[in-house]
Each structure stands twice: as C-alpha cells, then as structure tokens.
C-alpha cells in the first residue's frame, strides 16, 4: 500500500510521515487504528466536523471507539466502491460532501481524513478548497502504513491545525480566544492531559510570573492563536514533532520533559525559566514553594515495588520518574512512541538509574522484559496485562488506570502510590489462583463438558498439516 500510495501521488505526503514518525522495530501499529488519533482530536473541539474517508468497516471501527470515548457527535462518511475510487469520483463525493457540512453558523472547520484505501489510491485531499464561506477545510492522510501509533496521528492533526492558524495570524487579525488573560504571559502545554494537571502546573508557573496559554491539542479554533502568542511551548508529551514546528515557525522555544517529582519539577522549571527569560530570584521562589510539598508527598506516600512500564500515550517515562523518586524499581520502561530531543531528559535520568528505556517498543519486547524481571506490578496494554494475570503478576491498564490520575506537583506525587499497593497486596492471592486453575483453559483443555483431556483421534494432527498444505500450493499455484 506505501508503494500504490507512492506511485498515485502521495510521495511527498509519505516522505514526510517518515521523517515526522520513523519506524520501530514493528513495520505496522501494535494497538488500535491510528487514524483514530487525529478523529478524537477533531471530535474534542468546538465547531469542528469530521468526515472519514475510507473502508466501511474501517469506519465502523472507528466511530464506534469515537463514541465509545464519549464523542456525543456525529462522524461524516463518504462511501465509495472500486468504480469511484478508480473514476475519481470519490474525491468529488468528499468535495460534494464537504460544501455540504462547510456551514458557518455551526463550524469554524471540516476535518477531512483519508484512511489507508483512498491514501493508497491518491485521493487528493490537497486540492478541496482551502475555506468555504469562512469555514476552513483541511484535508489529511492518516494510514496505518504511515503512522505507527494513534498518539502519533493526534499530533498529523493538531499541526495541521496549528499551521493553518500560524498562516492566519501572520496574515491579520485573528479572533481573540476566549479565556486569554491581558498582560499574561502564557506557557503552552503540548499533550492530552489529566483535567487535573493543568492547573496544577498553572500553580507551579505562578511564582515566575506565568500563567497556562491555552493548551495543544485544543478546544476550540481560537484557542490555537492562543497558544502561538504563548512566549513558551512545553513538549510534555514528546511525539508532537509537527506540532512543535509549527510552534518554532512562530519563534516560540519549545523546551521538554515535564514537572514531574522533585528533581523533574526543579529541571522543568529552570527550562521554562531559561526560555522565558524569568529572573533568578523568581524561579528561586517558584522551586521553595513547590518542591518541599512534592518532596512531602512523596515521603508520605512510599513506594516499595519492582514496577515495568509500559504503553502508548507517550508519559510512561513521567511515569517511571515518578514511581522511581516514590522509591520503586523501575527497571524497564517501553513505549511505543518514537525517540525524540523532547524526552532527552528523562531518558538520561532514567539510565542514570538503571533503567532500560525501549522505544518503538513491541508487544513481544514489553513481554520478554516482564517475564524476564518478574515485577510485582506491571503497568502495561491490555494483551500485556492479560499475559500478567496469567502468570500471577498483578497488572493495569495504563491507559485507564495511570493516565486517569494527576501526575505532576504535589497531587502527581501522591496519586500512584495508592494504586500500586492495592495492586501488590494481591500478588498472593494471584498466585493461588493461577496455581488452582493450573492447566484449566488452556487450548488443548479450553471449554466446558470435559471431565478429562480431549484427545486427538489418531493421526489428526498429521492429516490437518498435509491439508493445510495442500491449501497453501492451490492458493500458490492460483496466484502464480
């Protein structure tokens, strides 16, 4: 499909995915479609339509995640068969489509987002009109066999937006956003993030005479001008890479990591500094007032653990930060995201400490690492977490159950330690399980009504392969 796409037109298109989101180990995405990304990041805004161009069932899948994420919001489609996908009909439907949603009074834009089929076939997104009426249009490719991973796709979309915005602002006046301070110089905060930790890191911010420029992805149209009159763009999440280059475009510097624990919090803090030019007798007042209440909750919520983590949202070396300063043992980390300057810091940090860092990890790395260091948690996806209960080792969905609590300043500090002790306290009562149900569902002996193991009439085994093979030469033979 990357050869078709090449050859029908989408070179420069999939050039710049390459660069923008290399490869790992892995040639396709090991979690869900990762279009799904740049969909939840125009279904959270404000006055923003989507329309999916792609396979039926692909769409399916797609909208049923959106709702099944709380999207409350309709998802355009555009159908088509081999006829108008060949005729280029398909991209005239989308044009059709398009001028039919451009309303506005319900939409400051329509998102358009071609899947794998219609990437693959060439349909030039690039050529439906920039604006319609005041709405804005703006057309992206977002296969799976030119993004890795979902969180990679939120970043396509959020800077093709910033960009859009970019143009816009250095071109005139721009609407105002709607909760922008006068006089404020604002940081803006690139990643989805726990409700919670925006504020947090507004309290952090507010001794070096900061406040929170909107954040990235956003909320509504107006808010990107927001951000881009931000003075800094903190990379929390580190896979933004377009994002952040719109944000350089603007002359905004862009500093990573995050203020996570003590050590991470004081780093954090005296990059913002640096980047915006704070005096050093505030950034003074800013470290006294927030790292003994961090230091504090982390004395009063220890953490005595062997923990791997593992995931795809980008945060699990905040994450294994985190957990390290609590007092567990962090001794493998893998995310699925890239390696970008954007986590630079915490993987030093965290290979000062002893921690295997794997990036583009799979699902076969994240497993041989849990088998081989027997954690007394393990933070992961859901197959891996699956492998976990299967072996007695306690296990959370990351996702679900990490990225759902605060994780920076005082409350971050606190916020995991509950949870890995529930955890661990259960790790006997795995045990026991895993002991008496020994044997019992696995695929030999899977099922109900067996008093005994089933067993293979003779010569069952053999006659399969030779009839799976025989299959294998036809299907050859055809295809030759």
């Known amino acids: 499909m990357l050869e078709a796409a090449r050859a029908a037109g989408k070179g420069e298109a999939m050039a710049r995915l390459a660069e923008d989101y290399p490869r790992g180990p892995h040639d396709q995405p090991q979690s869900m479609c990762p279009a799904f990304g740049s969909l939840r990041v125009g279904l959270r805004m404000r ?14 899948g797609l909208t049923f995640t959106s ?12 159908p088509f068969n081999s006829e108008t996908l060949v005729t280029g009909k398909l991209f005239e439907d ?20 071609n899947l794998c089929v219609p990437t693959a076939s060439g349909v030039p997104l690039e050529l439906l009109p920039k604006t319609i009426g005041g709405v804005r249009v703006i057309g992206i490719d977002v296969p799976g066999f030119g993004v890795p991973t979902h969180a990679e796709a939120k970043d396509v979309l959020a800077g093709a937006m910033l960009r859009t915005a970019r143009l816009e602002a250095e071109a005139g006046p721009v609407a105002r956003p709607r909760e922008m301070q006068e006089g404020l110089r604002g ?5 989805e993030l726990f409700p919670a930790d925006p504020p947090g890191i507004a309290a952090l911010l507010a001794p070096l005479g900061l406040g929170l420029a909107p954040q990235l992805p956003a909320r509504e149209w107006r808010d990107l001008y927001g951000a881009l009159d931000s003075v800094v763009a903190a990379a929390v999440h580190p896979f933004y890479v377009a994002t952040v280059r719109e944000f350089r475009a603007a002359g905004r510097p862009v500093v990573g990591s995050a203020p996570v624990g003590v050590e991470g919090t004081a780093a954090w803090l005296e990059a913002i500094a640096g980047a915006a030019g704070v005096e050093a007798a505030r950034l003074d007042d800013a470290k006294a007032r927030a790292l003994p209440a961090i230091r504090a909750a982390l004395a009063a919520n220890p953490i005595q653990a062997r923990v791997t983590v593992s995931g795809y949202e980008g945060s699990e070396l905040l994450v294994a930060r985190l957990l390290i300063e609590a007092g567990a043992e962090v001794p493998y980390v893998g995310t699925a995201c890239p390696r970008t300057e954007w986590s630079a810091a915490d993987r030093d940090w965290l290979a000062a400490r002893g921690t295997h860092v794997q990036y583009r990890a799979s699902l076969e790395q994240d497993m041989a690492a849990m088998k081989d260091v ?16 299967e072996l007695g ?10 990225s759902a609590r605060p994780l920076f300043g005082p409350a971050g500090a606190a916020s995991l330690a509950g949870i890995v002790a529930a955890q661990t306290r259960g790790r006997e009562r795995f045990g026991r399980m895993v002991s008496f149900f020994d044997g019992v569902g696995t695929p030999d002996g899977a ?16 006659r399969q392969r030779k009839l799976r093979a025989a299959k294998a030469k036809a299907e050859e033979a055809v295809g030759t």
């Open 374 to 389: 027997r954690p007394d948690l393990a933070l992961g996806t859901t197959p891996l977490v699956q492998k976990a209960k």
């Open 393 to 402: 080792i306690p296990a959370l969905y990351f996702t679900n159950m990490v």
């Open 47 to 60: 006055r923003v339509a989507t329309i999916l161009s792609g396979s039926a069932c692909c769409v399916y």
């Open 67 to 78: 709702h099944f994420y709380g999207a409350r919001r309709s998802v355009g489609y555009v």
């Open 94 to 113: 989308i044009r059709d489509a398009v001028h039919q949603t451009a309303n506005p009074d319900e939409h400051d834009a329509v998102v358009v987002i």
């Open 447 to 462: 099922g109900y009504g067996f008093r005994e193991r089933p067993v293979d009439p003779p010569g069952f085994r053999e």
């Open 187 to 191: 940081v803006s905060l690139i990643g």
